[in-house]
Antibody, heavy 122, light 107 residues
């Protein structure tokens, strides 16, 4: 059974940093791209970025709203994807979902974690 | 960036009704479209991908169609468990973008 479990969310002050982790199980983690999607309270879904599988160079792409502040990485030996969030702003407050892309390149998101809440507030 | 416009933003329907939600892309996306269902307090769930391919385990009352810029999600006979918010997503190009969502409520 495919499982994605996010951790690391919480309350953080504006300008500070936070790292989210996504621990995967039930599939060969290294074969798939992994994405992060967020949802601000009462709002819709916003794609944050993804990291491709090593077979596709492990390259990353990001939404303009987070580019230069957020970094996605992966540790295939531990089946974990990370979202490093720096210079956090109040508008980054959201539930952050870790998702699996259908392929190693990127694509539709066939599995989702339960989400972790990040609150940016002073 | 490709903009995704969903309509309607909300609808009221009864159990057994046929429901149609549309999603229009600002440019052609070559069927690189997925539909997700989200219930309150839960993560979204993939329903369809490649515009019309049903994800494993999803009931056959859900179907998708379309091409080019215009796509449709149809629920042939609405069930009590289908009351939720539905999102389309294009993955033709980055940044991947979602529609604003359609909330399906009980009439």
């Amino acid at each position: 059974e495919v499982q994605l479990v996010e951790s690391g969310g919480g309350l953080v002050q504006p300008g500070r940093s936070l790292r989210l982790s996504c621990t995967a199980s039930g599939f060969t983690f290294g074969d798939y791209a992994m994405s992060w999607v967020r949802q601000a309270p009462g709002k819709g879904l916003e794609w944050v970025g993804f990291i491709r599988s090593k077979a596709y160079g492990g390259t990353t792409e990001y939404a303009a709203s987070v580019k230069g502040r957020f970094t996605i990485s992966r540790d295939d030996s531990k089946s974990i994807a990370y979202l490093q969030m720096n210079s956090l702003k109040t508008e980054d407050t959201a539930v952050y979902y870790c998702t699996r892309d259908r392929s190693g390149w990127y694509g539709d998101l066939d599995y989702w974690g339960q989400g972790t809440l990040v609150t940016v507030s002073s | 960036d490709i903009q995704m416009t969903q309509s309607p933003s909300s609808l009221s329907a009864s159990v057994g009704d046929r429901v149609t939600i549309t999603c229009r892309a600002s440019q052609g996306i070559s069927n690189s479209l997925a539909w997700y269902q989200q219930k309150p307090g839960k993560a979204p769930k993939l329903l369809l991908y490649a515009a019309s391919r049903l994800e494993s385990g999803v009931p056959s009352r859900f179907s998708g169609s379309g091409s080019g810029t215009d796509y449709t999600l149809t629920i042939s006979s609405l069930q009590p468990e289908d009351f939720a918010t539905y999102y389309c997503q294009q993955y033709y190009s980055t940044p991947q973008t979602f529609g604003q969502g359609t909330k399906v409520e009980i009439k």
